[in-house]
């Protein structure tokens, strides 16, 4: 398929992360914690580290931050402290205290049943307009549909349409003459719409692409974790360790994004969810933004995990205040740079529904294959 992400990914990659160089190497290492320490990403876009045995991982890991997923916040009264800062400590028992909330609050709620695991993201990344003085938010929905005891899954991506991304770049945007496709690289998928292009792919079992869900855990191990936080840590650990060739620090590091995904979109059990919180809980440096607002007005509160160094993005969770339950994500740039400023919102994903289902996906088989793309001089 022309436009297939998981190709064009493989044709991006540097030199240095060809599959044949020792992975020990610094360069190598150093790419890896990166990637692991980064978001999802839309349009179906996955990213898995190389595995220690042969064949395709069970579970994909975490994907590229250029359309990661987050849920924008409205802060409205705490700012974010700076790491180091003299409430950086206060902020940071704060910050374990509303995930140890969370999970007493998460662990209460009915376990439901289904056939599927179904969740639906509304996603965007943000980027600045080349030439211009305004920003865009390219926006995605994502919808999959998880067969747990199966170990299959469904999963659907529709472009959304690109809008400016607040009301000053609404404002930047209309004196431009309110334009409604925007060139944002010299690639032909750099070219974005207002209008948007609807689905572009949708990925069943046993097809082409045959996508997994996001962790790294197969989805038939998820009911044999541990729901204490210190032995599904251990647990976590030795699942990695066994499949990737990595220091331990950057095994550490995967551990903390399966968490992450255990926490937020996998078909985790209520205790299991509430164990991942806790996990997180314990991680250091997570710290307290206090109240928030995620894109669709829903009050939560959130809390900032911080990027495996200084100039990795930082990833932001919500949570409904009432239930626990995961509202949303949002990475954010810790330093200015590449066009972006420090503290300025790199992408986000709003979490729409998150449910248990007996309804069947509405596709059995994958996006048609367009077929060779024929060129001709005529």
């Not at 980064?38 to 042969?54: E, F, K, L, Y």
């Not at 869900?213 to 998820?222: A, F, H, K, N, S």
Request: hydrophobic content about 35%; some cysteine.
């Amino acid at each position: 398929m022309k436009n297939d992400v998981l190709h064009r990914l493989t044709t991006a990659r540097p030199a240095h992360l060809d599959p044949g160089l020792p992975t020990a190497s610094p360069v190598r290492e150093e790419e890896l914690a990166t990637a692991m320490s980064r978001p999802r990403a839309t349009c179906g876009a996955r990213v898995t580290i190389r595995p220690r045995r042969a064949g395709r991982p069970l579970v994909s890991g975490l994907a590229l931050a250029t359309a990661a997923a987050v849920a924008a916040l409205v802060i409205t009264d705490t700012a974010p402290e700076k790491p180091g800062s003299s409430s950086s400590a206060a902020s940071g028992s704060s910050g374990s205290r509303i995930l140890l909330a969370a999970a007493s609050h998460v662990e209460r709620q009915p376990a439901g049943s289904g056939r599927y695991w179904y969740v639906e993201e509304q996603m965007g990344s943000l980027h600045k307009v080349p030439g211009k003085n305004y920003t865009i938010d390219v926006r995605t929905e994502q919808r999959y549909w998880t067969a747990a005891a199966k170990n299959k899954y469904w999963s659907q991506y529709v472009d959304s349409g690109t809008r400016p991304a607040t009301k000053v770049d609404e404002e930047a945007w209309k004196a431009d003459g309110s334009p409604t496709s925007w060139k944002l690289t010299d690639e032909t998928d750099g070219f974005v719409t207002y209008a948007g292009k609807g689905e572009i792919s949708h990925d069943a079992p046993g097809g082409r692409a045959d996508s997994m869900p996001y962790g790294e855990v197969p989805l038939r191990l998820l009911p044999t974790l541990p729901t204490d936080a210190k032995a599904l840590r251990k647990r976590l650990f030795a699942l990695v360790d066994k499949d990737y060739n990595a220091p331990e620090k950057v095994l550490d590091r995967i551990v903390v994004s399966t968490a992450i995904q255990l926490a937020t979109s996998l078909p985790s059990t209520p205790a299991l969810r509430a164990a991942a919180y806790r996990l997180l809980a314990a991680e250091p440096g997570v710290r307290s933004l206090g109240e928030v607002k995620d894109r669709t007005g829903r009050t939560g509160y959130a809390v900032a995990l911080p990027g495996h160094d200084g100039s990795a993005p930082e990833l932001r969770l919500i949570f409904d205040k009432s239930t626990g339950m995961p509202l949303g994500t949002e990475t954010v740039a810790t330093r200015s740079g590449d066009g972006v400023s420090e503290g300025e919102l790199l992408s986000y994903a709003t979490i729409t529904a998150m449910k248990w289902t007996d309804e069947v996906p509405p596709f059995d088989t994958d996006t048609p294959d367009p077929g060779p793309v024929i060129e001709s001089d005529r």
